[in-house]
């Protein structure tokens, strides 16, 4: 594998995942692979600006496959977005003899380092982190797996106290443009009534739905709901309405919040860091620039950045049809 590339920046930016530990780790030892150095970057852009850097060896990231977070931090950068910071970022980059840069993140790193790789011709590779699933180019990112085992085992909790006292829970979990984490954990959980922002269900046919549970036997439900569904203004707002019209039921409210960002990766997620940053590492050897690594059909794929960031990511309109058929 020939390339002019000797040495390799990694960073982590935006909202944190399970899996980017496992991810860093994956290029740092790839670097060591192939020979060539390897530049930890702390805190996002923010420290590219500042020329936060640090050696990364395979004995750096010894450890770390099992831990959530970032060893690296992450931060958002408001600098980043003007052209003056970028100059600075490039300035620091090229003193450091950075000859190309990793970014695990999201849509809006993303944006960031096809920017940053148009305006200085900076060879530039994305691992998508970020646990709502939202990417597109690829069936899985990291940290969604790892998120949904969390949501579960929540809701299964929640679910002990829902039958013991005949309650309805509403559990909000995180999604504010697309319902994958509700949807796949509203599934696996055997959730009652899953909202999503895909499909507006609306009030009424919330209770509809509510009465034919009541009227079947159920003395519980849960009802899972993502951040950015429609139904109501909020989750409290569909609390107060279904109190109002259902008085029988004793509602409650669980928001799962940032526990579903923690935790130790999956398996799932460990190995899809894995390859992921392998394969990053050895398209940028290969000449590549400007692609997110995803996967699709348990394959490495290369999606463009310019896609991965205007693309949306689709719902499972089949798994849709499976969660009808569940909550009958």
Do not use: W
């Not at 069936?139 to 909790?157: H, P, Q, R």
């Not at 106290?161 to 509403?170: D, P, Q, V």
Request: glycine share 12%.
């Amino acid at each position: 594998m020939k390339s002019k590339i000797k040495k390799i920046g990694v960073m982590t930016s935006g909202g944190d995942s399970p899996g980017m530990n496992a991810a860093i780790r994956s290029v740092v030892r790839a670097c060591a692979f192939y020979e060539i150095e390897c530049l930890g970057i702390y805190r996002g852009y923010e420290g590219l600006i500042e020329g936060d850097f640090k050696e990364m060896t395979a004995r750096s990231v010894k450890g770390i496959i099992n831990k959530g977070g970032t060893i690296l931090k992450s931060a958002r950068s408001k600098e980043f977005r003007t052209v003056e910071g970028r100059k600075k970022a490039h300035e620091q980059a090229t003193a450091a003899g950075m000859d190309a840069l990793v970014v695990i993140g999201g849509d809006g790193s993303f944006t960031g380092a096809m920017i940053f790789s148009e305006e200085f011709g900076f060879p530039v590779m994305g691992i998508p982190g970020t646990i709502d699933n939202d990417i597109f180019g690829t069936s899985s990112t990291l940290g969604f797996d790892t998120a949904l085992n969390t949501v579960v085992e929540c809701i299964d909790k929640i679910r002990d106290t829902a039958s013991s006292h005949n309650r309805l829970f509403f559990v909000e979990v995180m999604g504010r443009d697309v319902g994958h984490i509700a949807l796949n954990a509203g599934v696996g959980a055997g959730a009652e009534e899953i909202l999503i922002p895909e499909e507006n269900l609306g009030k009424e046919r919330l209770v509809e739905s509510l009465k034919r549970s009541r009227q079947s036997g159920k003395s519980s439900s849960i009802v899972v709901v993502a951040e950015g569904d429609k139904t109501g203004d909020s989750v409290f707002d569909l609390k107060d309405y279904v109190e109002q019209t259902l008085p029988e039921y004793e509602v409650r409210v669980s928001v799962l919040g940032h526990m579903q960002r923690g935790g130790s990766p999956s398996c799932y997620d460990r190995v899809l860091a894995s390859r992921m940053g392998v394969k990053a590492v050895e398209s940028l050897l290969e000449g590549k620039s400007n692609f997110m690594v995803g996967i699709r059909d348990n394959a490495m794929q290369l999606c463009p950045l310019d896609q991965a960031v205007k693309g949306k990511s689709k719902i499972d309109m089949d798994l849709l049809r499976v969660s009808d058929i569940m909550t009958t």
